[in-house]
């Protein structure tokens, strides 16, 4: 399976500044993924990076708040803008393997875990 | 809209006692089926899947998982628990070039 990594691996930011968190896969691949989990809870999706198009986000999220880059196969940037303490969660990035005829299943990084004081 | 229901929150069990825990889903279509680990401070690690043909899967760490279409449940099962086993668990259900929709996670705590 693909090998992800991320940075930062934690970070505590003031309310109102930006984090980018960044995304680095060990293969190329054509799907990429960023999901939310928020203290104690469950994860959930983001939106869908594909490299060369626009990233597709999930509803009650916006691209204002959380502006994706995906400029090749192996590289992504999910940026949290504006924050809040509300934004406090891990982020996590995951990648689907397989190509055309994968299977859905997605492998994930360690995650970014962000504080907003 | 699919959907994932994991009804423990929490499940306590003796080192060496065996274990299940429940996932129960809703999906339009043949559902792919996926259960993940994650312990504290990591990441997801993905245990096991189902796409089709056996409706038991073997994963790793010698976890296991049925298939059950009549109940829609995919619940997964170890025969011996591990102290290590000690993290919580997420069902999850997608497809190919689709998210995944995970359940609400079940902690799974081990007393030796």
């Known amino acids: 399976s693909a090998v992800i990594s991320q940075k930062p691996s934690r970070d505590i930011c003031q309310r109102g500044t930006s984090l980018t968190i960044q995304c680095q896969v060990d293969?190329?691949?054509?799907?990429m993924f960023w999901y939310r989990q928020q203290p104690g809870q469950s994860l959930t999706l983001i939106a869908t990076?594909?490299?060369?198009?626009?990233?597709?986000?999930e509803s009650g999220f916006v691209i204002d708040k959380f502006p994706i880059s995906r400029p090749n196969l192996t590289f992504s940037t999910l940026t949290v803008s504006n924050m809040s303490p509300e934004d406090s969660s891990i982020y996590l990035c995951s990648v689907e393997e397989g190509g055309t005829g994968g299977s859905g299943e997605q492998y994930f990084g360690p995650g970014t875990r962000l504080t907003v004081t | 809209a699919q959907s994932v229901t994991q009804p423990d929150i929490h499940i306590t069990v003796s080192e060496g006692a065996s274990l299940e825990l429940r996932c129960n889903y809703s999906?339009?279509?043949?559902?792919?089926l996926f259960w993940y680990v994650q312990s504290p401070g990591q990441g997801l690690q993905l245990l096991l899947k189902y796409f089709s043909g056996d409706t038991l899967v073997q994963g790793i760490k010698g976890f296991e998982a049925e298939f059950k279409r009549s109940q829609s449940s995919f619940n997964l099962r170890k025969p011996s628990v591990h102290w290590s086993d000690a993290a919580e668990y997420f069902c999850?259900?997608?497809?190919?070039?689709?998210?995944?929709?995970f359940g609400a996670g079940t902690i799974l705590r081990v007393k030796s």
């Open positions: 999850a259900v997608g497809a190919h070039g689709n998210k995944l929709v």
């Open positions: 990076a594909n490299q060369g198009s626009e990233a597709t986000y």
């Open positions: 999906y339009g279509a043949t559902p792919y």
């Open positions: 293969s190329q691949v054509t799907m």
